[in-house]
């Protein structure tokens, strides 16, 4: 059984999962910022944090890790410069998503210190890199 198209599907898939996540969290936080400490709205807005971020975007990151890895071997796509570049920029997503975990924690202690503007402003970050990555995978410019 050729286990490529399917692992391929898999990649997708929870490429689709991350992003969603990805796009939503930070917008969750430009909620969350202004909401006033231990009201009941902050307290919903961390329970949907934490669940976002530990029941989806998680799983969806090691998924994604190990289905393009599977797939970069698997093709032999690691002398491709275009796949390098997707490397560097999914290393930067990954790491962003370490950050809104960070952030994550920080609201549920009552720790934030960042306004909604700055997530508004992160929050286009994940977009821009994703456009960067989906145009480096159709087009493989080098």
């Known amino acids: 059984m050729d286990w490529y198209p399917w692992i391929k599907s898999l990649h997708v ?18 909620y969350h910022a202004p909401a006033e400490r231990g009201s009941v709205q902050s307290q919903t807005f961390k329970v949907m944090e934490r669940r976002l971020l ?13 289905s393009g890895l599977w797939l970069a071997f ?29 952030c994550v924690r920080d609201f549920a202690d009552d ?6 503007r700055f997530y508004r402003m992160v929050n286009e970050v994940p977009t821009v890199v994703m456009i960067a990555i989906v145009v480096l995978v159709i087009v493989k410019p080098f």
């Open 54 to 66: 530990r029941i989806i975007m998680n799983p969806a990151l090691i998924v994604l890790w190990a």
């Open 13 to 30: 898939i929870s490429i689709i999962a991350f992003m969603a996540g990805m796009l939503y969290l930070p917008r969750l936080f430009v």
């Open 74 to 102: 698997s093709g032999g796509f690691f002398t491709a410069g275009w796949l390098h570049a997707k490397l560097a920029l999914v290393i930067i997503l990954s790491g962003l998503h370490g950050f809104f975990a960070h």
């Open 111 to 116: 720790r934030n210190i960042r306004s909604a």
